[in-house]
């Protein structure tokens, strides 16, 4: 009799476990992470406690740009706690490259542009034998008429077609400092600039990778800070 | 079955049932819904599967042939590849092109300079060479500026 009893529990073990395991393999279908389900479910729960977002990489660029590696172009300086690229070039953030990070939040305060055709924040990014693969948010007043947009590199070429655009042509784009963020969530990725959603977009091509800074003409722009963060 | 789950005397007082309880019925019950619930994993753990790079192998490669031409129509040698495939060839001359070894599936064929590329989507049959035509590759001027 206590045998029967104990398969019995046995059972239910593997049913729990089985449901649990299908539950997981749903989520993973649509591209939605076991701990991000767990977490908006916690966050109900617990008032938004359960899941505090972590600082994954950051730089408020009081010293040099050691913490960056330049992939194209030169990088430009540091100055009074400001990081301000020259007016073509790419980098990436050294720290963010560690691992396979794959979702998360980013961001860039007071991005200053002065002058020129605007400057993008990479997310997803690595450089690869064949140049760099990811995708840019772009902060753009030289993509007619003004605009948000998203882009997309596929070994080191830039697509030409941006995969997601937000046109703003009364946009004040210049001589005013702004804080940029992008959330990378699986496959959709939103950019906030000033905490204000301008573009959402969706992609699978790149499921993780790093973040940089790209400026390309004759751009003049200085960055406070950059700061990446788990996702809440 | 303990004493104490016996059945009394009086549930008996007409006769024995026409049908005794089967104490296996719910073992039997969980069993059934075991079973169900491993086939619906397997489901899903295939579903999961083929969509990973080893997955879209197992469903086999096909082939892709084209021409790049430029703005004008002239044949343009660009470099043609397939996002998430390694290998980068270059159109000929006349801008033809031939690609094997592409997974099966919905793919993304890229056709590029050394700076920009245009994407175009594609459906790869394994074992079939899909014939696109003419695709166009038009040079962004300047990245990021008034394409």
Known sequence: ?232 | MSFEESPTLDEYKGGLPEKMPDPSAQKKRVRFILGILLAVVLFLGGANFLQSEAGSLLMGTGAIRGKVVDAQGSPFQADVFVIGVEQIISAAPDGSFFMERIPAGEQSLVVANATSGQEYPVKITAGQTLDIGQVQFVVAVTPGAGQ
């Open chain 1, 1 to 232: 009799m206590k045998k029967n009893h104990g398969q019995g529990l046995a059972e239910y073990a593997i049913l729990l476990a089985l449901i649990a395991v299908g539950i997981a393999l749903i989520l993973q279908l649509y591209g939605i992470s076991v701990y991000e389900a767990y977490c908006s479910v916690a966050d109900r729960v617990s008032g938004g406690k359960a899941c505090q977002p972590d600082e994954i990489c950051g730089d408020d660029f009081s010293s040099d740009l050691s913490g960056w590696t330049t992939l194209e172009g030169k990088p430009g300086n540091t100055l009074n706690g400001a990081y301000c690229p020259s007016s073509y070039t790419r980098v990436i953030n050294k720290c963010s490259t560690n691992g396979s990070l794959e979702d998360y939040t980013v961001s860039l305060n007071g991005a200053n542009l002065t002058s020129g055709w605007g400057y993008g924040l990479m997310f997803r990014a690595e450089n690869t034998p064949n140049g760099m693969n990811g995708y840019v948010f772009q902060y753009d007043p030289g993509y007619s008429p003004g605009s948000f947009i998203f882009r997309k590199w596929v070994n080191g070429r830039e697509l030409s077609v941006p995969f997601a655009v937000a046109k703003a042509p009364n946009y004040s784009w210049y001589n005013a400092p702004r804080d940029i963020e992008v959330v990378v969530d699986g496959n959709t990725f939103t950019a906030y600039v000033d905490g204000k959603a301008v573009l959402t977009a969706t992609d699978s091509t790149y499921t993780s990778g790093g973040s940089g800074i790209r400026t390309w003409d004759s751009t003049l722009v200085c960055f406070d800070e950059f700061e990446m963060q788990s996702n809440p």
